[in-house]
């Protein structure tokens, strides 16, 4: 069906990081009707070919310009006055597509009035299921905030027209969480506290705040990467198995979960790295956090005493995000194997920049030798694709343009992860300043040794 996708936040590091990327493979593949329209939508005055050139400059990775500029149209229009919503609406009535997607790349506390904007001026009607909106993450700055935009959009839209983004849950490897967990018989019967010993979600990202100082020194690593990234992995790793996997039962399970998390005060860390405050856009006295390692532990049966370890940050030695269950030993296994240096079984879920899983099992080793070792075994996800894999973006915009809303966080999901925020923040600390991973990971081993194993 022809269709305006209109993205608020055009001229943003996401748009140009993301989104536009996403799209122009989206036109690549064919997914996007050839009469839709991408309205790119900002407040700098420029024509359509001066945007498409600020974008060919601003977009580093490999985009097919020739086959995506067709579908952009920039607007340029002050999201605090009315009149701009008023022209985009004749603008967009002119186009006659009757399927519209808004997707708000903007500041959370924008989200609020904008929406007001949008349903006045008839941009978005309340109810009509070809009307939908798409919120860019962060969902607020706390649960307070968080309660006051929800309760505006609720006001204005239908909850089936609301899309709470989680580019996260887009991502090849987090859909395939629950697929391994409920697929295979060998995981689901030992997913519990008596045969796994702790569970540690890391993502580790060596790049720093780079030109998001803006938005990132009011936010920090807590309320940017744990609230949404880590703790929807966490509630899929954790949850109960759903009574069905339609949207609702998954979600449903994911919320109850997220309830049960407990963070030990007693390790907490949060830090910044050197050089943060001479940063672009940073205040030079800033306390914000680019660092994040918690512990915690779920409060339900399945979980008794299982740590589940969260730990995230800028400027550190890598760029990976991986999900590591680590199993407890076997029963017999130091009896039988006395002088033999095994491990335990490890699962890592490789979620992000490859791929894939490695599960690592103890075999004897070739030959005449009776001598065992561990090894582990990989699946390269994306290689099946030719390491290709589709974007989580791509993925995110499809399920935005069909409607489907299995990938995009509820409300109830988003107001108990900000609970938990708000817990760990009566916590907060100024942050450690680091140089350098290693010197992060004596600081933590002096809380928690097993904090640091993945670090
Ligand atoms: C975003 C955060 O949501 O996720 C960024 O705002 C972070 O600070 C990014 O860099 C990481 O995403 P990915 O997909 O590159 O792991």
């Known amino acids: 069906m022809k269709t305006d996708i209109v993205v608020f936040g055009a001229t943003g590091n996401l748009m140009y990081k993301k989104l536009l990327p996403a799209f122009a493979s989206l036109v690549k593949k064919g997914h996007l009707n050839t009469d839709s329209r991408i309205v790119c939508v900002g407040r700098r005055p420029?024509?359509?070919e001066q945007y498409l050139e600020l974008a060919r400059s601003e977009v580093k990775v490999n985009v097919d310009w020739r086959l995506l500029s067709p579908f952009i149209q920039y607007f340029s229009m002050d999201l605090n006055q009315r009149k701009g919503y008023e022209m985009l609406a004749k603008n967009l009535k002119q186009n006659r597509a009757k399927k519209?997607?808004?997707?708000?790349?903007?500041?959370?506390?924008?989200f609020g009035d904008v929406a007001q904007e949008l349903n006045a001026s008839n941009l978005v009607v309340k109810g009509n299921s070809l009307h939908k909106v798409g919120f860019e993450k962060p969902f607020g700055e706390d649960l307070a905030s968080a309660k006051a935009i929800n309760a505006m959009l609720w006001q204005y839209f239908e909850e089936k027209q609301i899309f709470r983004v989680d580019h996260y849950l887009g991502k090849e490897m987090i859909q395939n969480i629950m697929v391994m967990r409920f697929a295979n018989r060998l995981f689901e019967q030992g997913?519990?506290?008596?045969?796994?010993?702790?569970?540690?979600?890391i993502a580790k990202e060596s790049e720093g705040v780079m030109n998001r100082g803006g938005y990132y020194d009011s936010v920090g690593a807590l309320k940017d990467m744990v609230q949404s990234h880590l703790l929807q992995m966490a509630a899929l790793i954790a949850m109960e198995p759903p009574t069905s996997f339609d949207v609702e039962g998954i979600r449903d399970q994911k919320v109850e979960v997220i309830k049960k998390l407990r963070f030990d005060e007693k390790v907490i860390l949060f830090g910044q790295y050197d050089g943060y405050k001479k940063e672009k856009n940073i205040d030079p006295k800033s306390i914000t956090d680019t660092f994040v390692c918690l512990k915690a532990t779920f409060d339900t049966t399945r979980w008794t005493g299982v740590p589940f370890y969260f730990i995230t940050g800028k400027k550190l030695n890598t760029k990976v995000t991986e999900i590591i269950i680590d199993f407890k030993k076997g029963h017999h296994q130091d009896a039988l194997y006395p002088d033999q240096a095994l491990l335990s079984n490890r699962l890592i879920i490789n979620v992000t920049p490859d791929e894939g899983v490695?599960?690592?099992?103890?075999?004897?080793?070739?030959?005449l030798s009776n001598k065992i070792r561990p090894v582990d075994m990989n699946r390269c996800y994306d290689c099946d694709l030719g390491g290709n894999s589709p974007e989580a973006y791509e993925r995110i915009i499809v399920d935005l343009l069909e409607g489907n809303s299995t990938l995009f966080a509820r409300w109830d999901e988003i107001e108990s992860a900000w609970k938990l925020i708000d817990d760990v923040q009566k916590y907060r600390q100024i942050p450690y300043i680091y140089?350098?991973?290693d010197e992060l990971k004596s600081t933590i081993s002096l809380m928690d040794k097993e904090a640091v194993s993945y670090l």
């Not at 519209?100 to 506390?109: D, S």
């Not at 997913?191 to 979600?201: D, G, L, P, R, S």
Request: charged letters at 20%; hydrophobic letters at 40%.
């Open 46 to 48: 420029l024509s359509t």
């Open 100 to 110: 519209r997607i808004f997707y708000l790349a903007i500041a959370p506390e924008l």
């Open 358 to 367: 490695e599960f690592r099992m103890n075999i004897k080793r070739p030959g």
């Open 191 to 201: 997913w519990h506290h008596q045969a796994i010993e702790k569970v540690t979600i």
């Open 435 to 437: 140089h350098s991973t």
